[in-house]
């Protein structure tokens, strides 16, 4: 089984900037999806962001403009860059890979949007 783990969380002020990383343990089936979500305190998981193996790329509305999300297919990781932060953004998020109707998780990671 693969795992996944995702690097690069942590204490941002409003308005800053994260990248986050996700690695998987070992390669991975061509046709996947790779993905970014985030649960805040009380509240449901939510996607934030998907890759295709293709390349496609998906984003939840309100991140557009400011979130990139991209892979590297040859190390097996899948980045979320983020600009512009909003304090609501705060959150753990979770790397997600998906092969056909299988679903793997990482042990996700915070991020904090605060003064």
């Known amino acids: 089984q693969v795992q996944l783990v995702e690097s690069g969380g942590g204490l941002v002020q409003p308005g800053g900037s994260l990248r986050l990383s996700c690695a998987a343990s070992?390669?991975?089936?061509?046709?996947?999806?790779m993905a970014w979500y985030r649960q805040a305190p009380g509240k449901e998981r939510e996607l934030v962001a998907d890759?295709?193996?293709?390349?496609?790329?998906n984003y939840a509305d309100s991140v557009k403009g400011r979130f990139s999300i991209s892979r590297d297919t040859a190390k097996n990781r899948v980045y979320l860059q983020m600009n512009d932060l909003k304090p609501e953004e705060t959150a753990v998020y979770y790397c997600?890979?998906?092969?056909?109707?299988?679903?793997?998780w990482g042990q996700g990671i915070q991020v904090t949007v605060s003064s």
């Open positions: 997600n890979l998906r092969i056909g109707s299988s679903s793997t």
């Open positions: 070992r390669n991975i089936y061509r046709i996947n999806t």
């Open positions: 890759i295709t193996s293709g390349g496609s790329t």
